[in-house]
Structures are given as C-alpha cells and as structure tokens.
C-alpha cells in the first residue's frame, strides 16, 4: 500500500511538471550508468582471461561516458531516453495486459489490464510525435505509469486486506 500511495504521488508531481521530471529521469540513469560502471570496473578486474577482461574494460568506458553525457547533457539524452522508453511502455504494456488475461476474475486484473492498455497507447502516441515530444514525453509517461502502476499497487493491498478479513 505504501509503495502504491509513493508511486502514484511522484507520478502526480510528474505529471504537473513533465520537462522537469523528463531531465530528473536523464539525471538518475546518468547517475545509475556511472554508478554502474565503477562496478564493471572492479568485474573487469575479476576475470582470468586477458580477452574477457578487455572486453570488460571496453563495456566500462562505454557505461561511464553514457552517464557522463547524461549528467552534462541531460536534454540532449532525453531523445535518446524517449525512444528507448516508449519500447519499454510498449513492451511492459504488453506484459501487463497478458498478466491480466492470465490473472482475469482476480480483483485488481481490470485495473491492470488498464494499466496494460494506457501504457502501450501512451508509447504510440509518443513514438508518433518524436524527436518533438522528447522535451516533455519522458516526465510525463514516467508520471503517468507511476501514478497507474501505483493506483495497481494500492488496489492489490486492498483486495489483501479485504480477502485476510473475509477468512
């Protein structure tokens, strides 16, 4: 329920303020890839072989300056972040409506199958309007599936309570 309620309220601040969230989205993942590089970089060093290692190496520059570029240039990585995000809307919008047919006569299955369909119809539209949308697509589709997802979430934890108190 806490995470539902979290969720849905940073989609909402999301959502009032799209630009801001779309270059806050920029920021994380460059954080996230630099992060994550200084992790390649001691893997690097873990492995026996010379090939692997170089290879290692190579991916760990590459993560590094991806993050780089995105904590110096947040706006310009939000073409690129936009891109990849709507596949993923479209991917996970698909996942979410197979998880509702599978889960169908359960509570929060509509719900889901809404969040599904929202999802999907959102990268579309994105995708449709793109490189113009990038400047406030990002925020807003990461607004609107927390604030979906979490609405999912806080259905799911009252069907629990409501299903503990029925036994």
Do not use: E, H
Not at 31 to 58: E, H, K, P, Y
Not at 63 to 69: D, E, L, P, R, T
Not at 145 to 161: E, K, P, Q, S, Y
Request: glycine residues 10%; contains cysteine; positive net charge.
């Amino acid at each position: 329920m806490v995470l539902g309620v979290i969720l849905a309220s940073v989609g909402i601040v999301a959502i009032v303020v799209p630009a801001a969230a779309s270059v806050g989205v920029a920021i994380f993942l460059g954080w996230v890839l630099v992060f994550g590089s200084i992790v390649q970089l001691f893997n690097a060093f873990s492995v026996d072989s010379t090939a692997a290692m170089m290879v290692r190496l190579i991916l760990t520059v590459l993560m590094a300056a991806a993050g780089i570029y995105l904590l110096v240039a947040p706006l310009k990585g939000t073409i690129t972040l936009t891109v990849v995000l709507t596949i993923w809307f479209i991917a996970t919008g698909a996942v979410r409506l197979f998880t509702a047919f599978r889960d169908r006569g359960t509570p929060a299955a509509g719900t889901m199958a809404i969040s599904g369909g929202l999802a999907i119809v959102l990268g579309i539209l994105v995708a449709l309007k793109l490189p113009s949308s990038s400047s406030w697509a990002l925020g807003l589709l990461v607004g609107l599936d927390f604030l979906c997802f979490g609405w999912v979430l806080i259905m799911l934890a009252n069907a629990a309570r409501k299903a503990r108190s029925a036994t």
